[in-house]
């Protein structure tokens, strides 16, 4: 069976990736930053930054026929933990407006930058379908 790709016709169209990929029941959730359908970064902070990024990801997730109580697993990665932790309860609201409370596994890692230079968070996910 040939993997299906997931590449929402809104977002940045992608160039040498895939925003997602279907394998079987699984949605593989490539990482996203806080670009919009120009390919720049959102302008304000981490909040801002990370609206976009997970609207990305939930988007893509829906372009697969998937729903955020699909996702199982999401990584987080941070060019600033501390300001990510100082903006905690904000991007808690955030998470639950856009995903609600069944939450996957998760890990949130520092890095030192992201592809992007402008970019303060990149998120990627794991998602099985029916889940």
């Keep these: 069976m040939a993997h299906l790709t997931a590449n929402p ?3 940045a169209k992608p160039s040498g990736y895939a925003h997602g990929i279907v394998a079987g029941q699984t ?11 120009d390919m720049n970064i959102v ?6 930054q990370f609206t976009q990024c997970f609207k990305n990801v939930l988007d893509t997730l829906a372009e697969a026929g998937g729903k955020p109580e699909d996702l ?8 600033d933990v501390d300001d990510y932790q100082k ?3 904000e991007i808690g609201r955030i998470w639950r407006e856009m995903a609600g409370t069944n939450y996957p596994a998760m890990a949130g890692i520092g890095v030192t930058r992201l592809w992007q230079k402008e970019a303060l968070i990149e998120i990627e996910g794991v998602a099985v379908l029916g889940s």
Excluded: F, K, W
């Excluded at 949605?27 to 359908?37: F, M, N, R």
């Excluded at 199982?72 to 060019?79: E, G, N, R």
């Design 72 to 79: 199982v697993s999401v990584t987080i990665y941070l060019t």
């Design 43 to 48: 302008p304000g902070g981490i909040v801002e």
């Design 27 to 37: 949605v593989y959730l490539g990482g996203q930053t806080a670009l919009d359908q």
């Design 87 to 89: 903006n905690g309860r």
């Design 9 to 11: 016709a809104h977002m």
